[in-house]
């Protein structure tokens, strides 16, 4: 019975895997395959690794502050509006910030008490615990 559960599981969770389509991944740079993934790769990784677009999530007014940032702070070149325009399609198509996965916070009142809060050392009753502490030794 349960080698045929096992074996069962293992097909659904096959047919899952490749039910998602993972992304062609230029095997050099590491940059996503995309319309505009050359710009980036002749603008970008003249002056740094590609691994810190890949590794960078912001939305496209976050890529452009940052293509600016780069031009009035560290020498990159002007580029052309469009060049500009098709760079900036891509990294916030293909590096866009992510929703997260993480549930959403517990409202208050389902939090365990703070054993903390009602702690019946105050700082005069701690400073005095040192103190003793201190001479002690």
Known sequence: ?????LFILLIMSSGIASA?????IHK????????????????????HSAK???SQQSSKNG??????R???????????PATEEKILAYLASNYAIKKTARRASLPAAALPNNPWKKCCLTKQKVYKIITIRKNMY
């Open 52 to 54: 810190i677009i890949s």
């Open 70 to 80: 780069m031009q009035n702070q560290q020498g990159l070149k002007q580029l052309k």
């Open 1 to 5: 019975m349960k080698i045929r559960t």
């Open 63 to 68: 890529w452009l502050k940052t293509i600016q």
């Open 28 to 47: 050099t740079t590491g940059l996503i395959i995309a319309p505009g993934w050359e710009l980036v790769k002749t603008n970008c990784t003249s002056c």
């Open 20 to 24: 998602v389509e993972p992304k062609n």
